[in-house]
């Protein structure tokens, strides 16, 4: 009987071991700040033509901010510092280009390697000119996969920090539910439609959410979003002026595309600006209108920020990292 016993908890404290949660905790967590990456390269490559093209991946401007920001900021060690360096190896985003003529001239990607969540983008190369090949073939990629562990680390930290009675509103309400952090707060609720927002002394972040049945596939066509956005903003979003409402800023070009969206079978993003008809404030919003997984139901998702003082790039993120943790009662 003893032995049974002891059988019996072995397998339940292998099968915990083994279970996702525990999983996770053998890792430490990723450091390094919001949007930041860090290249590993060798001063005697990463100069030149390398730097620049390097450069133009990792700081070019981010789309839709009022004044230019870069995309990453990026810091720069040595090769060898990473691999002799614990601390290195715990930042979430790190590109390896690691030169040697004996190099295979291959690229890969690696998630979760020596922390979590983390994605490492590790470049063997044999020359300067085959690294900068592989650099501009998977360019896309690479910009993809540090914006997705941005979105991974946001919905832990979130949920970490969670506002449990908020998301249950949402979840009682839509059948879906976001990592939404303690700070966050329940503004306005109207039929399908619901405003949360977080507002401090220097800045303002809010998200709404417009749940409407799926018809037909023109509820994704860029002009009907974008009609739908300025609707839905001034009639749920008033501005502190009388008679002040948010809308979409036409001055400036909207931009849309289609991305992939976990959980959703298709998903238009739209990035663009925002601002108060009738008063004197405005800022970056990313919306994401997209198809529940059951086909019945178009959700869209619109994060934006009012930061008039500071830079907004991480300020976008955060609400960007909210919209894209929704969480659906399939599971995804």
């Known amino acids: 009987m003893k032995k049974t016993v002891f059988l019996l908890l072995a397998v339940v404290l292998l099968a915990a071991c083994n279970s996702p949660e525990n999983k996770a905790l053998a890792k430490r967590s990723s450091s ?63 590109i390896i280009c690691d030169i040697n003529p004996d190099n295979p001239d291959k690229f890969y990607i690696h998630h979760n390697q020596w922390a979590e969540p983390q994605v490492v983008v590790d470049i063997a190369a044999s020359s300067e000119e085959s690294l900068r090949a592989m650099l501009s073939t998977h360019r896309d990629r690479i910009v993809k996969e540090l914006y997705l562990a941005e979105y ?77 956005l300025d609707t839905i903003m001034r009639r749920e979003v008033p501005g502190p002026a009388e008679g002040s409402y948010m809308g979409t800023e036409r001055r400036v070009e909207l931009l849309s595309r289609a991305v992939d969206f976990k959980g959703s079978k298709y998903c238009i993003e739209t990035r663009g600006l925002w601002r108060l008809f009738g008063d004197f404030m405005g800022g970056p919003f990313v919306s994401y209108t997209l198809l529940s997984p059951d086909g019945s139901q178009v959700v869209e998702l619109t994060g934006y920020v009012y930061c008039p003082r500071f830079k907004k790039r991480d300020y976008l993120m955060q609400v960007d990292g909210i919209c894209r943790s929704i969480k659906w009662n399939t599971g995804e």
């Open 32 to 94: 390094g700040k919001t949007c930041e990456v860090l290249v590993a390269a060798d001063k005697g490559h990463y100069t030149g033509v390398t730097k620049a093209l390097l450069d133009t991946i990792l700081l070019s401007p981010q789309q839709c901010l009022p004044q230019p920001e870069a995309r990453f900021d990026v810091v720069n060690i040595p090769v060898s510092s990473l691999h002799n360096t614990q601390m290195f190896k715990m930042h979430r985003n790190i």
């Open 152 to 228: 991974e680390r946001m919905d832990r930290a979130f949920y970490k920090d969670r506002n449990v009675e908020l998301m249950n509103r949402v979840q009682e309400k839509y059948g879906f539910t976001m990592s939404l952090p303690r700070e966050f707060s329940w503004a306005k609720e109207d039929g399908d439609f619901l405003w949360l927002r977080k507002e401090t002394k220097d800045f303002g972040l809010g998200v709404l959410v417009n749940v409407m049945p799926y018809r037909d596939q023109t509820q994704f066509d860029t002009a009907k979003i974008y009609n739908r």
